[in-house]
């Protein structure tokens, strides 16, 4: 008896504990709200309609309803009143690893990497975490969306667009996928490089035969599997993710920074004729913009908030880098992307840095909204505040590059996201916080 009484004590005890815990995790962790919603009385930046005052904006079913100065509020509507706020598209990061690092420091918890040089096969999608830290740290800020990269070697893997709302990676979504290349560095990795100039040169030269090497074998593969209709082939999946690209179908992201790997880079593409690319980083893209603009290439650049990359550069060398390959004709998008860093949240800070070095606001703005959506092929969806368009956007109460202005409310596939990430949570914690221990 006495045993059996212990044991009904431990499970009573445990069941105590289980629910305490479970009513703390859904404190804690308040659920997205779906439905039909009606924003009013905003101030509506569509940005490629130009701005509407005083508007309505209806989202149903994960997609803008209507919009407009005229617009009857569905029956049934969720009406947010948004007097003297605005309403942005979602922001859109062009570059970056959330949902693949967690913890930098420890191996387990990162997925940005895997050993091996040519992997086009490995896909970004497939390693997201839904449940990354830092994805409610970002979308609270209005950044709705992210190009995922892989990094690693010369070919790391196909990087993914995704929306930050999901509970597997395949919700999250957004319609683009591209194979990363990081294309041969002829100078040194940084100050921590100790290579002679000799190896450096050899490195790079034995680099750019492999590169050349993977794209000729993806050419006669494509050849072979046109000529049999993919029947008879061995199985090569490393062919089979480059063949979409060879054909065109898929673009191909090269990431390049020096002046000259730039150069190199441009006379690369033209020679194998690839079809569908776009450079990445380009953090010396200024200094060749007139080159880049000739090949018609589009661009993501970033981060802009960064350090020069050469001593002897200008201190806003990084910060005016968009603005100046803008002006020169290149079409620009701004990614936050920071090595080693998550704060892919500043994204709007980055293209606020780039207005304050000489980019014109509304292009800053069309740099991280309807750009991206259009190098990577998904304006239709995203990118803008438009009828019939996925329903992604914030609202918030002034300029969003100003760190000054708060973001209100988040809404991303329709559904309105929880206004709360671990910080909010730390600083409204310690806001008000009791005495945990009185003194005797």
Known sequence: MAMKKRIQLMIGVITSVLAIFIVHVQAQ?????????????ATIETVTKGTIQNGTIVLSGGKILALGTNVTVPSGAQVIDCKGLRVYPGLIDAGGKIGLVEIGQIPQASDETEKGEVLPQIKALT????????????????????LVTPDGG????????????GYVPDQMYAGFEGVVVNFPNTGRRGFFDRRSDDDIKKASEKAMQQLND???KSIQYHKLDSATKGK??????????????VRGERMLLIEVNAAKDIQAALKWIKEKKVKKVSL??????????????????????????????????????AYANAGLLQKAGVKVAIRSLEEGNGNYRNLPYHAGFAVAYGMDAQQALRAITIIPAEILGVSDKFGSLEIGKVANLFVCDGD??????????VFIDGWQMPMTNRQIELYNEFLKREPGLSKN
């Open 127 to 146: 390693a997201i975490n839904p449940n990354a830290t830092a994805i409610p740290v970002t979308r609270v800020s209005g950044v709705t969306t992210t």
């Open 280 to 317: 990445m980083g380009v953090s010396e893209g200024w200094r060749v913009a007139e080159e880049i603009a000739k090949a018609n290439v589009p661009v993501i650049t970033g981060p802009v908030i960064a350090l020069p990359t050469r001593d002897y550069d200008r201190y806003d060398a």
């Open 29 to 41: 962790n308040p659920k997205a709200k779906n439905g039909t919603f009606a924003l009013t009385n």
């Open 400 to 409: 969003p590059f100003e760190t000054k202005t708060q973001v209100k409310h």
């Open 214 to 216: 993977v794209w000729d």
């Open 232 to 245: 008879g082939l061995a199985y090569y999946p490393e062919m089979q993710a480059m063949l979409p690209v």
């Open 154 to 165: 010369l070919i790391p893997g196909t990087a993914a667009l995704v929306n930050l709302f």
